[in-house]
Nanobody
Framework: LQLVESGGGLVQPGGSLILSCAVS????????TGWFRQAPGKERAGVAC????????NYADSVKGRFTISRDNAKNTVYLQMNTLKPEDTAVYYC????????????????????WGQGTQVTVSS
């Protein structure tokens, strides 16, 4: 099982980025997926998660209205569109996937996932 994030980088406040998470080794159709982030000195926290069908999503309050999670099961890829970025969004962003035994209402909890990518750095600074 492999998850590979891409799309991170340096962006000015108010800018946008799209993160991608390419999944290989398993069929994403059966997995709940999530995006998480970890800033220096802080614990890893849920940003957004999406059901295996894509019909349900959940967001952290701090990103609601600015970030959008989506998935393309045909491409085995999950995306995180990030708009109106703020300096406090600076962190390493990780994608994660977990099988159907994960209850969707728990999908924002990093401890519920066993499959992780290596992370991609997002820095928001002028």
């Amino acid at each position: 099982l492999q998850l590979v994030e891409s799309g991170g980088g340096l962006v000015q406040p108010g800018g946008s980025l799209i993160l991608s998470c390419a999944v290989s080794g398993f069929n994403l159709d059966y997995y709940i997926t999530g995006w998480f982030r970890q800033a220096p000195g802080k614990e890893r926290a849920g940003v957004a998660c999406i059901s295996n069908s894509g019909s349900s999503t959940n967001y952290a309050d701090s990103v609601k209205g600015r970030f959008t999670i989506s998935r393309d099961n045909a491409k085995n890829t999950v995306y995180l569109q990030m708009n109106t970025l703020k300096p406090e969004d600076t962190a390493v962003y990780y994608c994660a996937a977990e099988g159907p035994l994960l209850l969707f209402r728990l999908c924002m909890l990093p401890g519920k996932y066993s499959n992780w990518g290596q992370g991609t750095q997002v820095t928001v600074s002028s």
